[in-house]
Structures are given as structure tokens and as C-alpha cells.
């Protein structure tokens, strides 16, 4: 069965509750939090997608390699190209800046050889990237919230020649929103007239969750 993409609607935003019902968001797969990689194909990917800049060159980071290709793969299976009119895809930023010894351009990688399979009709632009370093959530690091994630980034609309009709947001695990909804305030700040959209390689659940 070809993978699809699936929306984010009233039966689980609720688990990523800094969504609201106006957010129109999609995902591939679903990753159970505090579960290794052991547990099932996507939590195996994840890991494998989210190894360190500090393993490169070891023998582990083929499976890196490998998992940015999958998810390429995936992506671009699911995309329909002849609905791409007027859509740009921008990554969010990592958690470190491009000068940083540690900057990881995953997320980027995987659009750009999903662009390879797709073609011309699919447009990715690093629209936006994040001034300053922080650590990253997934190695321990403080989660902020949609408007500190919006104080971090910058806008490069010298890079993008059109005014576009939709932006899909383009992120490797929904969590709690929080960086889609920095992102979207940011975007929809520098393009009043787009719709800001997410599309992700998975969502994040839990077995249990409590409130």
C-alpha cells in the first residue's frame, strides 16, 4: 500500500496542543515518544534520521544516509506534482546556525532529493533560518514556545522571486506545534497573502497521555 499523507484534525490535536482548528497540517507516519528505536519501522527511522553531526564518518552514519532517503522517497510518492501551483516548501531551521559545528541540514536534504524525484514543479526555499544556537529539544534541551521560536528566526525574502499561495512548513517530527506556529507567525507576517501550512514525516504520540 503507497504511504499517504494524513491530516492533523479534532480526533489527535489534541496532542499537539499548541495547534489551533484554523491549522491545516499533514504527516506520513506516527512516532511513539520514550520508546526506542526498537519499537517499530518509524521509531527505527527517526533515530537513524536524528544521529548527531558528531557521528559522521563512523560507520553508524550510513543508516543516517539511508533514512534521508527513505523519507525523500516517501515525500515525493505522496505528493501530487500537478498540485504544486503556487506552493513553496520551506524547512524549518535546525536548532543550530550554518556556522555551527553541529548543524544538521536533515530536513533540507530530505526536500531537496524529494525535489529530485518530483521535478520542477515542486519548489523548496530556506526561506527562514534561525539566528543563534540553542540545544535541540530531542537531546535534552528547553522547549519554547511559538513566539520564542518566532523571536529566533529571520526572513530571507530575497531568496524567493514570487509571491507564493501557499507555504507548506516542512519539519521532521510534530511534537507540540510550538516551531510550526513560530513559523507560521513569521511567514504570515512576510506573506499576508499565503496560507501557511505543515506537512511532517511523522507525529509524535504517546501510549499514554495525561493532561
Same mark, same amino acid.
Given at each position: 500500500?503507497?504511504?499517504r499523507?494524513?491530516?492533523?484534525?479534532?480526533?489527535?490535536?489534541?496532542?499537539h $496542543? $499548541?495547534?489551533?482548528?484554523?491549522?491545516?497540517? !499533514?504527516h506520513?507516519r +506516527?512516532?511513539?515518544?520514550?520508546?526506542d528505536?526498537?519499537?517499530g519501522?518509524?521509531?527505527? =527511522?527517526i #533515530?537513524?534520521f536524528?544521529?548527531?553531526m558528531?557521528?559522521? %564518518?563512523?560507520?553508524?552514519?550510513?543508516?543516517?544516509?539511508s533514512?534521508?532517503r527513505?523519507?525523500?522517497s +516517501?515525500?515525493?510518492s505522496?505528493?501530487?506534482?500537478?498540485?504544486?501551483? %503556487? !506552493?513553496?516548501? !520551506?524547512?524549518a531551521?535546525? #536548532?543550530? #546556525?550554518?556556522?555551527?559545528?553541529?548543524?544538521d541540514?536533515? !530536513?533540507?536534504?530530505? =526536500?531537496?532529493?524529494a525535489? =529530485?524525484?518530483v521535478?520542477?514543479?515542486m519548489?523548496?526555499?530556506?526561506?527562514?533560518?534561525?539566528?543563534?544556537?540553542? +540545544? #535541540?529539544?530531542h537531546?535534552?534541551?528547553?522547549?519554547?514556545?511559538?513566539a520564542?521560536?518566532?523571536?529566533?528566526?529571520?526572513?530571507?525574502?530575497? =531568496?524567493?522571486g514570487?509571491?507564493?499561495q501557499?507555504?507548506?512548513?516542512?519539519?521532521?517530527?510534530?511534537?507540540t506545534?510550538s516551531?510550526?506556529?513560530?513559523?507560521?507567525?513569521v511567514?504570515?507576517?512576510a $506573506?499576508?497573502?499565503?496560507?501557511?501550512?505543515?506537512?511532517?514525516l511523522?507525529?509524535?504520540?504517546?501510549?499514554?497521555?495525561?493532561?
Amino acid at each position: 500500500m503507497p504511504i499517504r499523507f494524513s491530516l492533523i484534525d479534532e480526533h489527535n490535536r489534541r496532542d499537539h $496542543y $499548541y495547534l489551533d482548528e484554523e491549522c491545516v497540517c !499533514v504527516h506520513l507516519r +506516527e512516532y511513539c515518544a520514550g520508546k526506542d528505536y526498537t519499537f517499530g519501522a518509524t521509531n527505527n =527511522l527517526i #533515530s537513524n534520521f536524528k544521529k548527531g553531526m558528531d557521528r559522521k %564518518g563512523r560507520p553508524e552514519w550510513k543508516y543516517k544516509l539511508s533514512a534521508i532517503r527513505t523519507f525523500a522517497s +516517501e515525500v515525493a510518492s505522496a505528493l501530487n506534482p500537478e498540485g504544486l501551483e %503556487g !506552493v513553496v516548501f !520551506v524547512p524549518a531551521p535546525p #536548532s543550530k #546556525s550554518k556556522t555551527h559545528p553541529e548543524y544538521d541540514s536533515r !530536513v533540507l536534504d530530505v =526536500l531537496t532529493k524529494a525535489q =529530485l524525484q518530483v521535478g520542477e514543479s515542486m519548489a523548496v526555499c530556506e526561506l527562514v533560518t534561525q539566528h543563534g544556537d540553542r +540545544e #535541540s529539544a530531542h537531546t535534552g534541551g528547553d522547549r519554547l514556545n511559538p513566539a520564542e521560536h518566532a523571536a529566533t528566526y529571520q526572513i530571507h525574502r530575497e =531568496l524567493l522571486g514570487i509571491e507564493p499561495q501557499t507555504i507548506i512548513v516542512f519539519d521532521d517530527v510534530l511534537t507540540t506545534g510550538s516551531t510550526f506556529m513560530g513559523m507560521k507567525q513569521v511567514l504570515e507576517e512576510a $506573506y499576508p497573502g499565503a496560507a501557511v501550512q505543515g506537512m511532517f514525516l511523522a507525529r509524535c504520540i504517546r501510549e499514554e497521555i495525561e493532561w
